[in-house]
């Protein structure tokens, strides 16, 4: 048969799919408003400096004794080794590519391609993005899409790459904690296909009791990959300890509920309601693997908003297949084999679309690059810093803010507090937020750590305080940053 050339097979339905990546890439190009970004980037430079990973903390002056689990050292390695290639423009880009492969895995996975998967793989997105970022965290969602691909290929295409899961995990684990998650999907996979088998709800897509046991082998020799990491068998008990800290879940945005007043978070309210009304009025077979993956990953979802981007890579494929049997039962003259052009004016007009639409994203992506510079000094006391540092205070011991304690280690300073809150620990973050919220002996931080000046957003409430106080002078003000310094 004679091959039809590559810039001929341009129908509507391959644009419809590149347009959609090339949107999605564009959309994950985001400006450096990460705070935590800056102290993973300092942790890589440590490693790679030190050739060692370290074992307590390094960057501060208030908990030098506290134990540091350096759960995400591989991807802050590779965080510092683009930033040598490429600087932030090239972590920008990467990060994106990053978020793109993640939902490009996701749409495989989903029927209806084109037009239904690109739908729902884009309400997945949606939901996702509170979270984009060029962030370690990044490489979660990838881990967790190629868990889920590959549990695609072993039951839907009947293509067996178990053998690939210990490999990813024993990866994973040196990227991020997160790996427990992987974990727990497996295991969701197991009872999912198990409860079906015993309960009588098998169908022809549903696992063999032989395919079960080879999953379970999975997850056992996955367990036993999680153990290499330089943490050992003290990463498979990390997540349980993140999950406990009352304070992280209390003062950090990200580890709270989801705010469904904000707009932010209604992709995944609709992304999650929309899925569960899918669900009950399709007639598609019960499948309780899906059932479980919906539940125990929208639970997570609604517990912490940092795992919304993985509720959204199990759950999308779940959506376009009941979407699909929905709308086939209803509409069945969408399902018709239909014509596509590929050849002639349509091809060169599609041609034409694609370009103008890869031009508009290129320079839609440059110009958040080059807008970076000015986010950082929006949010960032990049001038506070160089008054500091001309008034040769940067030696002596400063109360930062909690938001800026990832920049300023990055700068080489030796902070108070970082994002880092694993770290430090609920009673010294409480302890932090004495001052910084003045309650209490607000002093208190301040007289025990023997603060030399305070660096601090000029709104803060503490800003205020200090403004009237008789021990503490105000020798610098700006729109984003002040400073006081102890009166002698």
């Not at 935590?36 to 030098?64: C, E, K, M, N």
């Not at 409860?195 to 020799?221: F, V």
């Not at 992506?365 to 008054?387: H, K, M, S, T």
Request: aromatic fraction near 14%; glycine fraction near 6%; hydrophobic fraction near 50%.
């Amino acid at each position: 048969m004679h091959k039809v050339p590559l810039p001929r097979r341009l129908d509507t339905r391959r644009l419809l799919v590149m347009v959609f990546f090339l949107l999605l890439f564009t959309m994950a190009v985001r400006e450096l408003r990460d705070p935590d970004f800056w102290w993973h980037l300092a942790t890589g430079r440590y490693i790679w400096q030190t050739q060692s990973i370290p074992r307590h903390d390094v960057f501060s002056y208030t908990v030098p004794h506290h134990r540091w689990i350096t759960h995400e050292w591989l991807s802050q390695v590779i965080i510092w080794a683009l930033y040598l290639l490429g600087g932030l423009p090239l972590l920008i880009l990467v990060a994106a590519l990053v978020i793109t492969l993640s939902f490009g895995l996701v749409y495989v996975q989903c029927e209806g391609r084109p037009h239904w998967a690109v739908f729902t793989v884009l309400l997945g997105a949606l939901a996702s993005a509170i979270t984009w970022g060029v962030r370690p965290q990044m490489l979660n969602v990838l881990s967790a899409a190629a868990f889920a691909f590959l549990f695609y290929q072993y039951k839907v295409r009947n293509r067996n790459f178990l053998w690939l899961y210990p490999l990813l995990t024993a990866l994973w684990v040196n990227l991020h904690s997160g790996f427990f998650l992987g974990l727990v999907m497996l295991g969701c996979f197991i009872v999912g296909e198990g409860a079906q088998r015993l309960l009588g709800y098998a169908h022809q897509d549903t696992l063999s009791w032989a395919q079960i046991r080879n999953l379970a082998l999975a997850l056992g020799a996955s367990i036993i990959a999680a153990l290499l990491n330089p943490n050992t068998y003290e990463m498979l008990l990390y997540p349980f300890g993140t999950l406990g800290s009352r304070a992280m879940q209390t003062y950090i945005q990200e580890w709270a509920s989801p705010n469904f007043h904000q707009p932010q978070y209604w992709p995944f309210a609709l992304l999650l309601l929309g899925t569960a009304a899918a669900m009950t009025l399709s007639r598609r077979a019960v499948d309780l693997t899906e059932l479980l993956l919906f539940c125990s990953f929208g639970l997570a979802g609604l517990i912490s908003a940092r795992h919304i981007p993985l509720f959204a890579i199990v759950v999308t494929p779940i959506l376009t297949g009941h979407l699909v049997a929905w709308s086939r039962d209803r509409f069945p003259r969408l399902f018709r084999p239909g014509y596509s052009s590929s050849g002639g004016a349509t091809v060169i007009l599609n041609w034409v679309l694609l370009l103008v639409i890869g031009a508009g994203c290129a320079l839609r992506c440059a110009q958040v690059i080059g807008n970076n510079p000015r986010a950082l000094q929006e949010f960032y006391p990049l001038a506070a810093l160089d008054y500091i540092e001309s008034t040769g205070l940067s030696q002596a011991r400063m109360y930062n803010s909690y938001n800026w304690g990832g920049y300023l280690l990055w700068r080489g300073y030796r902070v108070f507090i970082d994002g880092r809150a694993d770290v430090y620990g609920d009673e010294f973050i409480n302890e932090y937020l004495l001052a910084y919220q003045l309650r209490g002996d607000w002093r208190q931080p301040l007289e025990k750590y023997t603060v030399d000046y305070v660096l601090i957003e000029s709104r803060a409430s503490l800003a205020t305080l200090l403004t009237e106080s008789a021990d503490w002078e105000k020798v610098y003000e700006d729109e984003v940053a002040v400073v006081f310094t102890r009166v002698p």
